[in-house]
């Protein structure tokens, strides 16, 4: 048996508890922006309400599940082609359809969490799903999936009372086309948002994928930041998790 990594060593140790009934995980989505602008690249962070039953208090990256109409959204422009290709590895069904709402999902996500929008105008302005999308094309903005980067996947570890199979994208800030006012309040889903260099950031209270994922982003940025870079995928088959590459 080969040696642990660091990242799949702290994942492992990490204390949780796994005495709930066993459920499928649920396609999720989170989106990290890097700002890269000044001589220390930093992320945007958010603290999650304190009355959350899920994560409360904890320092999060914007990000939730999948939801039907986000594979309905017409988008300003396609996914990067190494950004659909590494969605559509390892996975049971590989479909340009949930890979693309994946990315979708993260956006929106953003958007309802942060009022941040990260589009681009596109020409005769299609239709688009009620709700939060609606919101989202108010502002003449349609998602912009080319400035996505699928960075890293993990999957919750069985017989947690949650469950996810999670996609954590990047985007420049340089990308964020506009933002709605008044979307983080003291009752909100985040009460506060952070700008805060990668290292540093680690140290604020937040899950551990969360930290990880920080630790692969700082490498990822390290390397220039290219779409093509390989994604490392974390998981629990077993009693300890493993990093592979999506190549």
């Keep these: 048996m080969r040696e642990l990594t660091d990242l799949e060593r702290l994942l ?3 204390e949780r508890e796994r005495n709930s009934p066993n ?3 649920k396609d999720a989505a989170t989106l ?6 000044g001589p220390v690249p930093k992320v945007l962070l958010g603290k999650r309400h304190h ?3 899920f994560m409360p208090g904890k320092f999060v990256f914007p990000g939730g599940r999948l939801e039907p ?3 309905l959204m017409p988008a300003a422009s396609p996914l990067n082609p190494f950004t659909q290709k590494y969605l559509m590895q390892q996975v049971r069904r590989p479909s340009l359809a949930r890979a693309r709402g994946l990315a979708l999902a993260a956006i929106r996500e953003t958007f309802e969490e942060t009022g941040l929008i990260l589009g681009a105008p596109l020409t005769g302005a299609p239709p688009v799903p009620d709700g939060p999308w609606a919101d989202f094309a108010k502002a003449g903005f349609y998602p912009d999936l080319s ?4 960075i890293a996947r993990a999957i919750t570890p069985s017989r947690r009372p949650r469950r996810f199979d999670t996609r954590f994208f990047a985007v420049d800030a340089s990308t964020i086309a506009d933002k709605v006012e008044n979307v983080i309040h003291p009752e909100a889903e985040l009460v506060e948002l952070v700008w805060m260099p990668i290292a540093d950031a680690r140290s604020l209270d ?5 930290g990880v994922v920080l630790k692969e982003l700082e490498a990822r940025v390290a390397a220039g930041f290219g779409h093509e870079l390989p994604v490392p995928f974390y998981r629990m088959p077993r009693k300890v998790f493993n990093r592979d590459l999506i190549a």
Excluded: Q, Y
């Excluded at 937040?206 to 969360?210: K, L």
């Design 12 to 14: 492992t140790e990490a």
């Design 23 to 25: 459920v499928r995980p």
């Design 32 to 37: 990290i922006i890097v700002d890269r602008s």
């Design 51 to 53: 009355a959350h039953k």
């Design 69 to 71: 109409n986000d594979r």
């Design 147 to 150: 400035s996505l980067h699928f």
């Design 206 to 210: 937040m899950p551990t994928i969360t």
